[in-house]
């Protein structure tokens, strides 16, 4: 998936060497470090995939066709690839907050909370693919579909989640000017 390469290949990294950075603020109790530390992380991760998410949307379906549309595959089977593909390309910002606030959870060695909200919003994630799936009975595309948004749902309400807990301990993320 393009979501998946595109996240290892920058914000992963870049929160794994942020994390010895944020220890030595949680280390010394610079709250006020860590959220801007973090603020500022975020806004520029935000600042590259916000737009690149947009672009990959966009462009889903006429690259899905380049790159597809051979003799076995139509343009149609390419374009059934291209829908899912900007459903799944939806979740780049989102990983890229999540990926950045796991960060300020591990530094500070609660990994028991992160663990809570992952299991809890990856439960949501696969109730609403039940539903849509088996209870709503799409199939085909639609199924798929709906399991990618189900996925992307769950990432932006995790992103929601860890952003709200942390500005609720008086982190400066994401302050309103």
Known sequence: ?????????????????MLPFLCEMVARDDR??????????????LLIFLPLAAVLITLSIPLAQLLFETGKMTADKAAMVGRVNACYCAVLPFYCL??????AY?????????????????????????????????????AVMT???????????????????????GLPIFPFH
């Not at 006020?32 to 991760?45: I, N, P, Q, T, Y």
């Not at 992160?114 to 009975?137: C, D, E, N, R, W």
């Not at 948004?149 to 709200?164: D, E, H, N, Q, V």
């Open 32 to 45: 006020r470090a860590v959220g801007e530390f973090l603020d500022r992380s975020a806004r520029m991760l």
């Open 106 to 142: 591990f530094s500070s060695r609660r990994t028991y909370v992160v663990s809570a909200i992952g299991i809890f919003t990856s439960g949501l994630s696969m109730l609403g693919a039940y539903v849509g799936v088996v209870v709503l009975k799409t199939d085909g595309l639609e």
């Open 147 to 169: 399991v990618a948004l189900c996925f992307t749902a769950s990432k932006a309400l995790k992103s929601l989640i860890l952003t709200s807990i942390l500005k609720l301990e």
């Open 98 to 103: 999540e990926v950045i606030f796991l960060q």
């Open 1 to 17: 998936m393009t979501d998946s390469s595109i996240g290892w290949l920058v914000p992963y990294p870049l929160s794994l060497a």
